[in-house]
Structure formats: C-alpha cells, structure tokens
C-alpha cells in the first residue's frame, strides 16, 4: 500500500493533494487520485507530462509508492473545480453556527481542505456527527 492515511498534503509541488480511495472503496490495492489547485500553469500540459510529473512527485514523497507499479492513470481537467476566494472575502464558515440546529455542510465549510468534492464529504461527515450528538 502506497499511502495508510485518507489523504496527505504535498506542499510546493505540482500536485498539492493525495488521496487514497483505496481506503473509501474497500479496496485492497492503492487507488491514488491526486489534485492540483489553481493549476491555471497545468492546463496546457499534455497527458503523459501531467502523469509523468504526477508519479515523480508521488515516488519522491511517500517512500513506499517507490516499490508500486503504476497500471492506469488518469487525467481530469476541471478549471473551475477549486473555488478561489480573493483577498479580502469572508472566511469560509465552520460546521457549526450560532443557530441551535443548524449546521453547515458542503465543499465551502472550513475544513482545511480546498473546496472541493473532498472538502464536502469531510464536512458532511462533521455535520452528521454534530447532529447526532444533539440529537
């Protein structure tokens, strides 16, 4: 297995996001997918480029994807999968609010991922362990 944890950070490189989906879907083989925010610079590159640099980046990181054999790669171009917040904007909102019984869930939460889809299960997950707990 390449990676024990869901996800991990790559700060200062290309891909800046892993995740295991092998853990999500029962699998027993690593299922990487990996992410890349406000990659406006990653668009134009090809395919192969964008893989290539993907597994280098995978191999230099975690140590145990050095001895993993890659079977089939992917890439999905989304350019306005990331929602960007200028400077200047209001936070993102925490799970929480200030009204008894309501909570917030989806990518927008303050979860310390990017908002994305991931962003939205984690805070789903918050939300619905919050409400059970009033409940």
Same mark, same amino acid.
């Given at each position: 297995? @390449? ?19 092998? #853990? ?11 992410? =890349?925010? %406000? ?6 590159? &090809?395919?192969?480029?964008?893989? !290539? ?12 994807? !050095?001895?993993?054999? *890659?079977? !089939?790669? &992917? @890439?999905? !171009? ?7 917040? =200028? +400077?200047?904007? +209001?936070?993102?909102? =925490?799970?929480?609010?200030?009204? +008894? %019984?309501?909570? *917030?869930?989806?990518?927008? #939460?303050? &979860? %310390?991922? +990017? ?5 939205? @299960? @984690?805070? %789903? ?9 009033? =409940?």
């Amino acid at each position: 297995m @390449v990676l024990d944890e869901p996800f991990v950070g790559l700060p200062g490189r290309t891909m800046q996001w892993v995740f295991e989906k092998r #853990i999500a879907f029962g699998e027993r083989a690593s299922h990487l997918s990996l992410v =890349a925010s %406000g990659a406006d610079a990653s668009v134009a590159r &090809t395919n192969g480029d964008l893989i !290539r640099n993907a597994l280098d980046e995978v191999v230099d990181a975690l140590p145990a994807a !050095r001895d993993a054999t *890659l079977r !089939r790669a &992917t @890439v999905v !171009r989304e350019k306005r999968a990331t929602f960007s917040l =200028a +400077p200047g904007q +209001p936070p993102r909102p =925490a799970t929480r609010t200030s009204l +008894p %019984g309501l909570l *917030l869930a989806g990518d927008w #939460i303050d &979860t %310390g991922l +990017p908002a994305t889809i991931e962003s939205a @299960v @984690v805070s %789903g997950h918050w939300a619905a362990a919050a409400a059970a707990l009033s =409940a």
